[in-house]
């Protein structure tokens, strides 16, 4: 199942956006969510938050306290709600399907799908 982000665009310093990701799996109840994102120039992903099937979510240190990671289990979708954002959160956003395996969170193989890219502006 091909998984797109939507919801990126440019803001300023401090500004706030919300990203979804629409996985059509019949198995989304009992899936795990990721949320990774690449900053430009990048070549490593790195993993800003994710929630598990019961709703249990964890974030990366940089992201803590700003984002916030849901799920809507009857629309299918899973989103990121980005506040008080930084230049440094610039970069493409993607999301994924996986699980949690001893409290950490694991993306299936090639489950990451499309991104949409965040700009924050100074």
């Known amino acids: 199942v091909q998984l797109q982000a939507s919801g990126g665009g440019s803001v300023r310093s401090g500004g706030s956006l919300r990203l979804s990701c629409s996985v059509p799996r019949n198995s989304f109840n009992s899936d795990a969510f990721g949320w990774g994102r690449q900053a430009p120039g990048e070549q490593r992903r790195e993993m800003v938050a994710?929630?598990?099937?019961?709703?249990?979510?964890d974030y990366s240190w940089p992201v803590k306290g700003r984002f916030v990671v849901s799920r809507d289990n009857a629309k299918k979708t899973v989103y990121l709600q980005m506040n008080d954002l930084q230049p440094e959160d610039t970069g493409m956003y993607y999301c994924s399907v996986g699980r949690y395996v001893g409290g950490s969170y694991h993306a299936y193989l090639d489950s990451w799908g499309r991104g949409t890219l965040v700009t924050v502006s100074s």
């Open positions: 994710g929630i598990s099937e019961a709703g249990s979510t």
